[in-house]
């Protein structure tokens, strides 16, 4: 699916709309992904953005309505693992390893819709995560809060995905590593190509590496642009980006 502007659209939501239970979490959201750039989704505690993420995999936790349209393919009625199998990979707020198994071990099961060798790969990310690569025998529950996301990250790129989501990666840690962090999304963007929604609270480290921005306000979408032109409008920041 490309536009007028020759984006391919890889990542197409139209009308979604998202409740629990009785709660209203997404008012009729619409917005896009194109193949190789990195979308942000900004917005307080409460907003909607752990839900648009979770709505967009049609997660069984939250019951949604709306279009989602995955490289040119209506998947808003296939249940989440068809969505993982046809190349979205998600990693959850509040990392998403497997504790009880080895670095290594989360590695390879990341890599579990694949067929083949995937141990390049393996080299590739912990080249890309050093400390992961000290670590690779050791429990993932036993790692700090940064490493843990590291490897949330890393294994859910061993998927090899078209589309990876990340829910507020930068949730509990250390400002230093925050910004390491958001640095290695930029560079898998650049050198890798990874196209990314990312959903997250701290607006101008996300939308430094991003190409386009979505403000979310109570559910619904109440500013959208270039991440630049959100970043450079001090009117803008002042209003919904706390800054």
């Known amino acids: 699916m490309s536009t007028s502007t ?16 009785q709660i209203t979490a997404l008012r ?12 942000v989704v900004l917005g307080a505690n409460g907003a909607g953005k752990t839900t648009t993420l979770r709505a967009v995999c049609n997660m069984p936790v939250v019951s949604s309505t709306g279009k989602v349209t995955l490289g040119g393919e209506d ?8 969505i ?8 959850p707020q509040g990392r998403g390893t497997f504790p009880e198994l080895s670095v290594m071990d ?3 099961v990341g890599a579990y819709v694949r067929k083949g060798s995937f141990s390049e790969d393996i080299d590739k990310y912990f080249e890309m995560f050093p400390r992961l690569a000290e670590r690779r025998d050791q429990l993932a529950g036993s790692l700090s809060g940064g490493e843990q996301q590291m490897l ?9 995905p078209e589309v990876l989501l990340l829910d507020e990666p930068s949730l509990g840690l250390a400002p230093l590593i925050i910004q390491d ?28 590496i991003a190409d386009h921005g979505y403000v979310l306000e109570a559910g619904e ?23």
Do not use: P, W
């Open 75 to 82: 998947v808003s009625k296939k249940d989440t693992a068809d």
């Open 106 to 108: 989360n590695l390879e």
């Open 152 to 160: 949330a990250v890393a294994r859910a790129l061993m998927s090899r």
């Open 6 to 21: 020759g984006r391919e659209i890889i990542l197409k939501v139209e009308g979604l709309s998202a409740n629990y239970g």
């Open 181 to 208: 962090l958001f640095k290695t999304f930029g560079e898998l963007n650049k050198t890798e190509g990874v196209t990314m929604l990312i959903v997250e609270q701290n607006a101008n480290l996300a939308l430094g």
């Open 221 to 243: 979408i109440v500013l959208q642009g270039r991440a630049e032109d959100l970043q450079n409008d001090s009117s803008i920041q002042d209003a919904y980006l706390g800054a």
């Open 84 to 91: 993982v199998g046809r190349g979205v990979a998600h990693v």
């Open 28 to 39: 009729s959201i619409s917005f896009e992904v194109a193949k190789g750039e990195v979308a």
